[in-house]
């Protein structure tokens, strides 16, 4: 088990920040701009809660912003409090859950789920020029999981193909370029 609160609380204080400006910006992943993202984000926190209390729901992960709460910055932490809160139980961690319509056993869903607040609390720091940090041994379960991302995934709709970094390069950038993004990705 590890704790989901420092990367959750590090992407609720990145989406505090996201200006009204920002809302239409790109960010790395193609064909989303910051709103769509938000969304996404609103929609996979509340996904895996559930899929660590065990109550899978339905629905459409990909990011839409016209479906974004107005109140964002003050529901998405919420919903990033609720998860960290459901994934302390031992239980979320224990037997099979499902996610995204996807079954899966639950400590594959915590790392999951860290992966989606990490890599998306990125794109979105990166994107409305924040910075974002993530402790090394929540990291190490992020490269550990994306480094088990077969050719088969990486065809873009949740992967793309890796992004070569130097392997001496900061750790986040060797998850980024795993995962698929540029780690010098800017805006324009």
């Known amino acids: 088990m590890f704790d989901l609160e420092p990367a959750a609380v590090r992407l609720a204080e990145v989406v505090r ?23 996404h984000v609103n929609g996979l926190t509340h996904a895996f809660t559930m899929a660590a209390r065990k109550t899978p729901v339905t629905g459409s992960g990909t ?15 919420r919903r990033l409090d609720e998860l960290v809160q459901a994934w302390r139980s031992p ?17 594959v869903a915590a790392a999951v789920a860290l992966d989606e607040i990490v890599l998306h609390g990125w794109d979105l720091a990166r994107a409305t020029g924040q910075d974002f940090a993530v ?19 990486r065809d873009g709709s949740l992967f793309g193909a890796v992004v070569e970094v130097d392997s001496n390069a900061p750790l986040l950038d060797r998850v980024l370029g795993l995962s698929g993004r540029d780690p010098h990705w800017r805006i324009g």
């Open 91 to 107: 239980q979320a961690w224990e037997g099979m859950t499902a996610a995204g319509g996807v079954d899966l056993p639950g400590e």
């Open 63 to 77: 990011g839409d912003a016209a479906r974004l709460p107005l109140d964002f910055r003050e529901s998405v932490p």
């Open 135 to 153: 402790d090394a041994d929540l990291l190490q379960v992020v490269h550990g999981f994306v480094s088990s991302i077969g050719p088969d995934d």
């Open 17 to 39: 920040n996201v200006g009204d400006g920002d809302l239409k910006a790109p960010t790395p992943c193609p064909g989303y701009a910051v709103a769509d993202l938000l969304d």
